[in-house]
């Protein structure tokens, strides 16, 4: 049974940092690529941040780019997003999700498990 956990979510001031992580179990993780979404209230869930299987190659959504960085550790079955320079808008429920095959994916429908979400809340 493949199982995804979310932490380190929480309340942060604007222009602060937080790390989230998520770990993996049921299947392999280094065999699959992971990726970071939010969904804002009253907004539908979007892509925020894609990593390959062995990290080699990461993606970004355009208004976090520069701003977070996604991470993995295949030894420890956990892959990381570490948030800066914080905003209010960046205030969700964070979900990390994991995909089958070796190519990182922006795309929500291709994500076969799901976290059930750590909350972001940045104050201005």
């Known amino acids: 049974q493949v199982q995804l956990v979310e932490s380190g979510g929480g309340l942060v001031q604007a222009g602060g940092s937080l790390r989230l992580s998520c770990a993996a179990s049921?299947?392999?993780?280094?065999?699959?690529?992971m990726g970071w979404f939010r969904r804002a209230p009253g907004k539908e869930r979007e892509f925020v941040a894609t990593?390959?299987?062995?990290?080699?190659?990461?993606y970004y959504a355009d208004d976090v780019k520069g701003r977070f960085t996604i991470s993995r550790d295949n030894a420890k079955n956990t892959v990381y997003l570490q948030m800066n320079s914080l905003k209010p808008e960046d205030t969700a429920v964070y979900y990390c999700?994991?995909?089958?095959?070796?190519?990182?994916?922006?795309?929500?429908?291709?994500?076969?498990?799901w976290g059930q979400g750590t909350q972001v809340t940045v104050s201005s």
């Open positions: 049921g299947r392999t993780f280094s065999r699959y690529v």
């Open positions: 990593i390959s299987w062995n990290g080699d190659s990461t």
């Open positions: 999700a994991q995909r089958p095959g070796p190519y990182p994916s922006r795309r929500v429908d291709e994500y076969d498990y």
